[in-house]
T-cell receptor, first 112, second 111 residues
Framework: EDQVTQSPEALRLQEGESSSLNCSYT??????LFWYRQDPGKGPEFLFT???AGEEKEKERLKATLTKKESFLHITAPKPEDSATYLC?????????????FGQGTILTVHP | DTAVSQTPKYLVTQMGNDKSIKCEQN?????MYWYKQDSKKFLKIMFS???????INETVPNRFSPKSPDKAHLNLHINSLELGDSAVYFC??????????FGSGTRLTVV
């Protein structure tokens, strides 16, 4: 069964302490791997889409990378406002277009 | 100028009642979705409509019925509400080549 697993479940960092979140997936035929940020009481906010192994995308302090088995979200010198739940999701190819399968998320807390 | 808007934001109702959640997007996207986020925060797809046509229908009880009057609107009607239906329901939309845009969610509490 296709699935996606995120680790760690929770991560506590000091401001400025860089780290990475992991998203590992088992799916045959990946159309896209997505990263979202979700703040309490709000809907997921789109961050990145990665389509092929070796691809990288950056946005401010965040950088997403993709291999054939996993994706990483690197956070460089995080600030307290980066605290949120980070979700990854994959979209399989073929006839399952549009069917995102989400991981359980990583709750990131950045302390000042 | 909200991209994907849902109403209501909160919904508290008794078991057995029928309720509806409305969703509208002003992005011009062709495809709209309903997702359910349970207490463990897992987001799971329920339905997808492409230009008013149902294209994804996951294993969801028949008590849940989506309706899309036009490609900018996707509503969710729930009959005979049960305690287990309590969750946050998110509407989303997308267009080929673009990311998915989610609404802010409707927190449904069945008592």
């Amino acid at each position: 069964e296709d699935q996606v697993t995120q680790s760690p479940e929770a991560l506590r960092l000091q401001e400025g302490e860089s780290s990475s979140l992991n998203c590992s997936y088992t799916v045959s035929g990946l159309r896209g791997l997505f990263w979202y940020r979700q703040d309490p009481g709000k809907g997921p906010e789109f961050l990145f889409t990665l389509y092929s192994a070796g691809e990288e995308k950056e946005k401010e302090r965040l950088k997403a990378t993709l291999t054939k088995k996993e994706s990483f979200l690197h956070i460089t010198a995080p600030k307290p406002e980066d605290s949120a739940t980070y979700l990854c999701a994959y979209e399989p190819g073929g006839t399952s277009y549009g069917k995102l399968t989400f991981g359980q998320g990583t709750i990131l807390t950045v302390h000042p | 100028d909200t991209a994907v808007s849902q109403t209501p934001k909160y919904l508290v109702t008794q078991m057995g009642n029928d309720k509806s959640i409305k969703c509208e997007q002003n992005l011009g996207h062709d495809t709209m979705y309903w997702y359910k986020q349970d207490s463990k925060k897992f987001l799971k797809i329920m339905f997808s409509y492409n230009n008013k046509e149902l294209i994804i229908n996951e294993t969801v009880p028949n008590r849940f019925s989506p309706k899309s009057p036009d490609k900018a609107h996707l509503n969710l009607h729930i009959n005979s509400l049960e305690l287990g239906d309590s969750a946050v329901y998110f509407c989303a939309s997308t267009q080929e080549g673009y990311g998915y845009t989610f609404g802010s969610g409707t927190r449904l509490t069945v008592v």
